[in-house]
């Protein structure tokens, strides 16, 4: 997250992620006395295997991932992705090469099970099909 820190649009996700620190602060404070669940509530729980507890730090970052997540997740991560592989020209240049060659015709109708087959890709499905 502290990368988006540094795009143009920052100063306005620095606002953002100081409220949702602010937010889980709260969360964190009145851990104690939730009657319904939500999210906060499961990320304070201690881990029922070693009963470790999230650090504060990380629970802020996960606050605004979870705003961010329930609006423009989307154009967020596009965004982000982008901004990578711009500044990562290497992984954009194997990329665009493995996807001529996967579709050499680009107007075509994209078949899911291809897109599995792209290795820079198919990698990063897999782990988030599981």
């Not at 006395?33 to 906060?40: C, E, F, G, K, P």
């Not at 982008?82 to 060659?101: G, I, P």
Request: glycine share 4%.
């Amino acid at each position: 997250m502290d990368i988006v820190c540094h795009l143009p649009f920052g100063k306005s996700i620095q606002v953002l992620k100081e409220a949702c620190k602010v937010m889980m602060h709260k969360c964190i404070n009145a851990d104690n006395d939730v009657h319904i669940r939500d999210l906060a509530s499961y990320l304070l729980a201690p881990d029922p295997k070693t009963e470790k507890k999230i650090p504060i730090e990380d629970l802020e970052n996960d606050a605004i991932v979870a705003v961010q997540g329930g609006s423009d997740n989307t154009s967020t991560a596009l965004v982000v992705i982008f901004y990578f592989l711009m500044v990562h020209r290497y992984y954009f240049d194997a990329l665009r090469k493995e996807l001529n060659v996967m579709f050499p015709n680009p107007t075509a109708v994209l078949d899911p099970s291809t897109l599995m087959g792209i290795r820079k890709l198919g990698k990063n499905w897999r782990l988030m099909a599981r």
